[in-house]
């Protein structure tokens, strides 16, 4: 149900492994930490900031963040500030993947990881945790997961800072800003993927002084009803794996007629399955729905790896078969890959996009329908709804060098967005597309150096001129196509 950085931290997570690094010179106001992931240690700090920010003496929250030190003794005074997707993921429980993706950078520049507020560390607003035991039906049946948020909804409104209405991006912002402020940097580089994408677009707008350099992965832009978009995006991918397999030989013998089963599959729902759990391998019975089965079949599009293993998982569905699909979507289950804070999550996109699902221009995909929508639409309904300024859905021009970035079988933000959004951004921005990516590319092989290159110009001009010419070299995974056992066809 949510825009996820699923594909960019399981790439994230394939990065070769932490560099040893001498003690890093102490940082004013700032204490010293260690962080899961980090062989070194890290400084940490908070800045007290207004829970509501028309009422600066009223209630009060900390905006926690942690700065992994440039290994270098002659630093860059320009650090780069990475904004966590979601919405609702913690940049800090990220620090591990991050630091090995901008390892480069981090020779040079420190790296700040700001928790937005709602999230980690910074006025936390956390539901259930998503437990990989929980049962099948309970975790994909979406009515029971309305009836679960609005329990914990009315636990978050009672907490200290659980006034629902003051979690959005552009109040989010301000905070960042704070922080920049308090590490005495004159200009900082954005590096923000899927949701963090529209975190950096409003620091952009809002502080376009304060940046030396942005790149965007994945791109959630303002204006994006996302609930809307999902079922467009999500159709669109799902029609390319299926394509996919149609074009190419070896899945097109294995599963001739593999879109007719999937159709058939959905025309047969609901109805009673019985599936081994991928995690505690006990069989459970359900009634699977169609939605139940949109969702199994979505999660793996967002990482071209494990799509490649759908055709296999919908035709062992259709034969009733469905422990492949499950599996396929248990594999990204967020618990491996750090929570989602629900709270903060629905808080954004209740504000941001829930008051434009009703205007939204995305044609529903024929297989996904409406679904999202509906589902969001349920929810948001008795959400505490924010104040969103007219000028945050606006994309005023580029005011530094911005990098673009677009996987083109991304199910959630693909190029269709990162096109129009550098298009609004003017000449300062550049538009990279990565044909056989999926959601979140600048972890991927080259992307790194792209990354760091962009970065690391000395000019606007020629950090717009750097080689991605390795982008079109990245190859679509072939279909998985089990291998038979001795004996058997």
């Known amino acids: 149900m949510r825009l996820k950085t699923l594909g960019l931290l399981a790439a994230l997570a394939l990065v070769a492994a932490p560099t040893t690094v001498l003690a890093a010179e102490p940082r004013p106001g700032l204490a010293p930490c260690r962080l899961k992931g980090l062989e070194h240690e890290a400084w940490c700090g908070s800045v007290r900031r207004p829970l509501a920010p028309d009422q600066p003496r009223g209630t009060q929250i900390d905006v926690h963040f942690a700065l992994l030190p440039a290994l270098a003794r002659h630093r860059k005074p320009d650090p780069v500030l990475f ?90 912002m ?18 923000g993927g899927s949701y963090g994408t529209r975190a950096a ?25 996302m609930p809307a978009a999902f079922s467009t995006d999500n159709q ?6 299926l394509a996919a397999c149609e074009a190419e030989g070896r899945c097109q013998s294995r599963y001739p007629t593999l879109r007719a089963d999937w159709h058939a599959l959905l025309a047969s729902l609901p109805r009673e399955v019985s599936v081994a759990h991928p995690v505690t391998g006990q069989a459970e019975r359900f009634k699977l729905t169609r939605e139940m089965a949109l969702g199994l079949a979505r999660a793996p599009l967002y990482v071209p790896a494990l799509a490649s293993a759908l055709p296999l998982a919908l035709s062992e569905a259709a034969r009733g078969r469905f422990e492949p699909m ?55 309904a008795g959400w505490p709804r924010g104040t969103v300024p007219a000028a945050f859905y606006t994309l005023p021009a580029a005011p530094a060098a911005t990098l673009v970035l677009s996987g083109g079988a991304d199910p959630v933000t693909p190029p269709r967005h990162g096109e129009r959004v550098a298009k609004a951004l003017g000449a300062k921005a550049r538009h990279v597309l990565v044909a056989q990516a999926g959601h979140g590319v600048m972890a991927m092989g080259c992307m790194r150096d792209v990354l760091f290159r962009f970065i ?34």
């Open 83 to 172: 904004f966590a997707g979601g919405p609702g993921q913690s940049a800090i429980e990220m620090a591990g993947p991050v630091s090995r993706m901008l390892a480069r950078l981090g020779h040079r520049r420190d790296i700040v990881l700001i928790d937005q507020r709602g999230t980690g560390r910074s006025a936390p607003l956390a539901c259930e945790d998503e437990r990989a035991t929980r049962p099948l039906a309970e975790s994909a049946d979406p009515a029971r997961a309305i009836a679960r948020l609005a329990e914990c909804r009315g636990r978050l409104e009672k907490l200290p800072h659980g006034d629902l209405r003051h979690y959005t991006t552009w109040v989010a």
């Open 456 to 489: 690391d110009a000395a000019s606007d001009d020629e950090a717009l001129k750097v080689d991605a010419g390795c982008a079109s070299a990245i190859p679509r995974p072939p279909a998985f196509v089990p291998v038979a056992a001795p004996g058997r066809p």
């Open 174 to 191: 301000q905070d960042a800003e704070a922080v920049r402020r308090a590490l005495g940097a004159e200009q900082v580089n954005l590096v």
């Open 201 to 225: 677009l409003e620091y952009l707008r809002q502080f376009p002084q304060a940046v030396r350099r942005a790149v965007i992965d994945g791109v959630a832009p303002p204006d994006m009803a």
């Open 236 to 241: 669109a991918a799902l029609d390319a794996v």
């Open 326 to 380: 499950v599996g396929l979507a248990a594999a990204l289950g967020s618990g491996s890959l750090g929570k989602i804070f629900e709270g903060m999550h629905f808080s954004v996109v209740c504000a941001e996009d829930g008051p434009r699902l009703a205007q939204a221009a995305d044609r529903p995909g024929a297989d996904f329908g409406a679904s999202f929508a509906t589902q969001y639409a349920q929810i948001c």
